[in-house]
C-alpha cells in the first residue's frame, strides 16, 4: 500500500470511528459505473472498515435502460422488409431482450452497427443514403450533448435518414428517486467526475442542502475514490454535509455551453429506469421542432414490457439494494458468456466487476 492509500484510509479510519456502532454502519452509493468497476479492480472494499459500505448506483448507462427499449431496439432491428440500421454503442449489442439480444438479430441478418460516437453514426447514415439509420441514444449528461450535435449536423447537412431513438437520462433526478426509497439506506454520494464536468459540482447543492447527504465529486483512480470517501465520511462526522470536488478537472459552474446544446435540441420527460421505475423529467426528448429525428415518429415499435427478464436482479443491485452475489443467477446462469441481465453485459455494471474482480462475498458486505 502507498504512503497516499495509507493516509486515506487512516483518514477514513478516524471518521468513521466517530460515526459507526454495533447497529449502524455508513452506507455510500457510488453512482457512477466507472467508479464501481475502479473500485472492484483495485479490491478497494477490501481497504476500508467494516462499518463503512460502498453500494452501487444507477450510474451505468445501459444498466438503468429500461427493458422496454431494449426489446423495442431489438424488434426495430428485426423488421422485415427495409429495416433500418441500428447504429449503437457496443455494450447495448448483447443485452438480452425478451425477443433475443441486438448480436442475435445481427447473427440473423440485422443491421447492427457498432460506434464510438453518435457522429459516427450521422456517418453511417451518410454513407448510406438509400437506407434509414437509427443511433440509439442512451447514456447520461456526458453522451447527451454529443447527440444533440448530431442532430444539428443531420439537419444542417440536410441527412433525412438518420433519427435517433433517445433513453437519454438525467442524474440528479435519479440520486432524489433513490434517497426516496424506504428499503435503502444513502448517507452520501461518490458522484461522477464526467457528468459533472457537465453539470459542474455546484449542482448537487440541492441533493446536500434538501436531504442533508455529502455529495463529492471524485475522479476514477484508486487515489480519487479515496480521497472522496475521506471527505465524505469526515462530512458526516462534522454533521456539514455540502457539495464538493477533490476532481479538479470539474468545475463549480460546469460547462454551460454543452448545458445550452442540451436545452436547445431536448426538453425534459418522464423516464423509466430500471429498477426505479418512471421518474418525473429525468428523461430527455427531442423539442418539437426536431421531431423529425425522433425514430417513434418513423417506425412502429411495439410498446414492450418493463421489468426484469425472469431471475435477473439486476435492478435490485443498481439501487444498492443488494450486492451482485446476492442475485441467484450470478456466477451460475448468469456470466460472461451468457448473461441474462445488463450488469453483466455492460464494461460499466456491478455484476460485472464482481464477476470478473472477485466472484465470491469478499468486501459485499463491507
Not at 433517445?166 to 454520494?189: E, H, N, S, W, Y
Not at 414492450?304 to 450486492?323: F, K, M, T
Request: net charge negative.
Amino acid at each position: 500500500m502507498d504512503t497516499a492509500t495509507q493516509r486515506y484510509c487512516d483518514e477514513i479510519g478516524k471518521w468513521c470511528a466517530r460515526l459507526t456502532r454495533e447497529d449502524r454502519r455508513v452506507q455510500i452509493m457510488e453512482v457512477c459505473g466507472t467508479h464501481t468497476m475502479s473500485i472492484a479492480r483495485n479490491g478497494l472494499r477490501a481497504l476500508l472498515p467494516a462499518g463503512l459500505r460502498l453500494v452501487s448506483g444507477p450510474g451505468c448507462p445501459v444498466c438503468v435502460t429500461d427493458q422496454a427499449y431494449i426489446d423495442r431496439a431489438v424488434a426495430l432491428a428485426g423488421q422485415s422488409p427495409g429495416s433500418p440500421i441500428i447504429a449503437t454503442y457496443g455494450d447495448m449489442v448483447r443485452v438480452p431482450g425478451r425477443g433475443g439480444s441486438l448480436a442475435e438479430a445481427r447473427a440473423h441478418g440485422a443491421r447492427v452497427e457498432i460506434v464510438y460516437s453518435a457522429d459516427q453514426a450521422v456517418d453511417v447514415a451518410r454513407a448510406n443514403p438509400d437506407d434509414e439509420v437509427v443511433f440509439l441514444a442512451i447514456g447520461f449528461e456526458t453522451t447527451a450533448p454529443g447527440a444533440a450535435l448530431a442532430v444539428l449536423r443531420a439537419r444542417d447537412e440536410k441527412i433525412e435518414n438518420f433519427s435517433i431513438m433517445t433513453a437519454q437520462k438525467q442524474l440528479l433526478p435519479a440520486m432524489r428517486a433513490l434517497l426516496a426509497q424506504d428499503d435503502v439506506r444513502i448517507d452520501g454520494f461518490l458522484c461522477p467526475g464526467h457528468v459533472s464536468v457537465i453539470l459542474g459540482w455546484g449542482a448537487y447543492d440541492e441533493i446536500a442542502e434538501q436531504y442533508s447527504r455529502p455529495c463529492v465529486v471524485a475522479g476514477f483512480d484508486a487515489g480519487q475514490i479515496l480521497a472522496g470517501t475521506a471527505a465524505i465520511v469526515r462530512q458526516l462526522a462534522e454533521d456539514m454535509p455540502r457539495a464538493s470536488s477533490v476532481y479538479p478537472s470539474v468545475s463549480r459552474e460546469g460547462n454551460e455551453r454543452a448545458r445550452r446544446l442540451l436545452d436547445e435540441v431536448f426538453e425534459d420527460e418522464d423516464a423509466a429506469w430500471r429498477g426505479l421505475g418512471v421518474i418525473p423529467a429525468s428523461g430527455l426528448k427531442l423539442r418539437d421542432e426536431f421531431a423529425g429525428f425522433d425514430a417513434g415518429g418513423r417506425f412502429d415499435m411495439p410498446a414492450g414490457q418493463s421489468g426484469e427478464l425472469p431471475g435477473c436482479r439486476c435492478g435490485d443491485v443498481i439501487c444498492g439494494r443488494i450486492a451482485p452475489p446476492d442475485c441467484p443467477l450470478f456466477a451460475t446462469k448468469c456470466t460472461f458468456r451468457s448473461p441474462v441481465g445488463p450488469c453483466m453485459v455492460s464494461s460499466e455494471g456491478a455484476c460485472a466487476a464482481a464477476y470478473k474482480y472477485g466472484r465470491g462475498r469478499e468486501g459485499a458486505d463491507r
